[in-house]
């Protein structure tokens, strides 16, 4: 699951590089703005304006910011994560100890290393986002369990069966009709969200984080 970089479009290096800002959770020091986290369908995009029904009820107008930039997500597998890899995991702690995943997030490889770490995260309560180099995959009687290592640190994540699990796919405006979902990593502003960014769901999938 914010404002510097996150996934990337898979289109070649320079595409990944000008148009994949989303979803890197940071430090709240290094936040210049609150941040806010907008999921929900849209209700109607026009000019400068998105507007959405959160999945809290409430409807908003998100205004989006000179040169935002916009991605979908793609279905991926268990499977396809592999040692080396660089991930998002939203996790929760679990029962039997360690974290068990809410979704995974698997980032494009010229994506790796952004916004490495394990911070908290609002997808549930006492949820948290963990972006971080997977070190085994070992699967399980249910499911799979990772290590993942970022900054010296090691953790351990079980990823049940029917866990999301997504990457990073192109959008286009064409994208942003009424009933599409969308994950939205905002900055609160006075005249309400102000987003640099926007994940939208497309072909059946939904942004998970």
């Known amino acids: 699951m914010i404002k510097n970089i996150l996934p990337a479009l898979v289109l070649g290096l320079s595409a990944i590089a000008s148009a ?3 979803l890197v959770p940071v430090h709240a020091e290094d936040q210049k703005a609150e941040q806010v986290h907008v999921r929900g369908s849209i209700v109607s995009y026009g000019g400068t304006v998105l507007k959405v029904k959160t999945r809290e009820g409430e409807t908003v107008d998100v205004t989006l910011a000179d040169g935002w930039n916009l991605a979908s997500v793609a279905n991926a597998a268990v499977t ?4 080396g890899d660089f991930v998002g995991i939203a996790s ?9 995943a809410l979704e995974v997030l698997i980032f ?3 994506m790796k290393g952004a916004g490495e770490g394990s911070y908290s995260w609002d997808l549930k309560p006492n949820s948290s986002m963990t972006n971080a180099t997977v070190a085994d995959a070992v699967k399980g009687v249910d499911g799979r369990t990772i290590t993942v290592s970022y ?3 090691e953790k351990k994540i079980s990823i049940p069966d029917g866990t999301p699990v997504v990457t990073i796919a192109p959008a286009t405006k064409d994208d942003l009709v009424p009933g599409a ?4 990593p905002a900055e609160k502003a006075a005249s309400g969200p102000l987003a640099h960014q926007v994940l939208v769901g497309k072909n059946g999938v939904v942004p998970p984080m």
Do not use: N, Q, R, Y
Request: glycine share 16%; net charge negative; hydrophobic share 40%.
């Open 20 to 22: 994949a800002i989303l």
């Open 80 to 83: 396809d994560i592999k040692p």
């Open 92 to 100: 929760l702690p679990s029962e039997s100890g360690g974290d068990g």
């Open 108 to 110: 494009p490889p010229a």
């Open 151 to 153: 900054h010296g640190k």
């Open 181 to 184: 979902v969308v994950f939205i």
